[in-house]
């Protein structure tokens, strides 16, 4: 079992609404799924895994050796125990945004910045692309979810777009922590640029956990828990987790179009006229700032209390 594989260059051909149908279900049934010819240049694709290595040699590998987890997991292993850390994570990450200072960025290695904000402007118009997909696949006005993420204002004044720029290093105790625990996402629109040699991203999909295949220069998608209330329960954000490897180390580019924290999201109400009262789902109507304040402190735990939560603030 694979997640799907689409051909997004299709979308405009005579294949569109095979396309459309591919994308619905990728949204519907599985949360995740992947782009190939998606229109971002293979070329700045290049640059993006040579500068994100080169910025993890520099910059990262030396202080990755006294983090947490490894003096966490050397203490089990000195101790001879057999226990599993389960409060953090074998992951070195840091996240890129559009008001980043100069200082947030990695100064040593050449071109990161260039490039990483070539491929982020396009990497923002390839979600708007998605987001308008999935509003015609749900039945909505063009520019719906988008919209919703910035406020009720149009263009991309208020919504988030960030980038979390993770590595994965070899482990030598794989078995005794994880590489990411498993986890909705909290945003809206996820576009992960992962490792085309190293595995280990899986999602859960009918209570088994499935590797998301390796393919060179795609770019995988999922939809977060923003997308799932917009949708009235239409298509949910799905749990997914990264495992620790004693091989490789994995590069992992998670870019996120999610809502400004000021905007209220609640279910489309398109949707809440269409869709038959048995099949009505309870979400709350909530300011998103509010929902990560809950999420931050839940991210690893059952979404559902997540709403619930929010509901009551």
């Not at 997004?8 to 591919?22: D, P």
Request: a negative charge; aromatic letters at 10%.
């Amino acid at each position: 079992m694979a997640i799907p594989v689409i051909d997004f260059s299709k979308l405009s051909g005579e294949e569109r609404a095979n396309v459309m149908a591919q994308l619905h279900n990728g949204c519907e049934e599985w949360g995740f799924f992947q782009l190939v010819n998606h229109g971002i240049p293979e070329e700045l694709l290049e640059r993006v895994k040579k500068v994100s290595s080169e910025c993890y040699k520099l910059e990262r590998e030396e202080k990755f050796k006294t983090s947490t987890p490894v003096k966490l997991l050397n203490e089990l292993v000195e101790n001879k125990s057999h226990t599993k850390i389960e409060n953090v994570d074998w992951e070195d990450v840091f996240l890129l945004s559009d008001d980043a200072i100069e200082s947030e960025w990695p100064l040593e290695t050449p071109e990161f910045r260039e490039t990483m904000t070539e491929y982020r402007a396009e990497l923002k118009k390839l979600a708007v692309k998605v987001m308008e997909v999935m509003d015609e696949n749900l039945g909505l006005p063009k520019g719906c979810i988008r919209q919703a993420f910035n406020g009720g204002e149009d263009g991309d004044i208020n919504a988030f777009f960030g980038t979390k720029v993770s590595h994965y290093p070899p482990c030598p105790q794989p078995e005794m922590v994880n590489g990411l625990r498993a986890h909705t996402d909290a945003g809206g629109v996820i576009l992960l640029f992962q490792d085309d040699q190293v595995n280990g991203l899986q999602i859960l999909k009918d209570g088994q956990w499935i590797d998301v295949q390796p393919i060179k220069n795609s770019i995988v998608i999922n939809t977060g828990d923003q997308i799932e209330v917009l949708s009235n329960g239409k298509y949910k954000s799905v749990w997914h987790r990264v495992l620790a490897l004693p091989t490789g180390n994995r590069r992992s580019i998670a870019s996120f179009y999610n809502p400004s924290y000021k905007a209220t999201i609640a279910p489309a109400q398109q949707l809440l006229e269409i869709q038959p009262e048995e099949l009505k789902q309870d979400y709350p109507k909530f300011v998103f700032g509010d929902y990560m304040s809950v999420y931050t402190d839940q991210k690893f735990l059952p979404k559902e209390p997540r709403f619930q939560a929010v509901k009551a603030k």
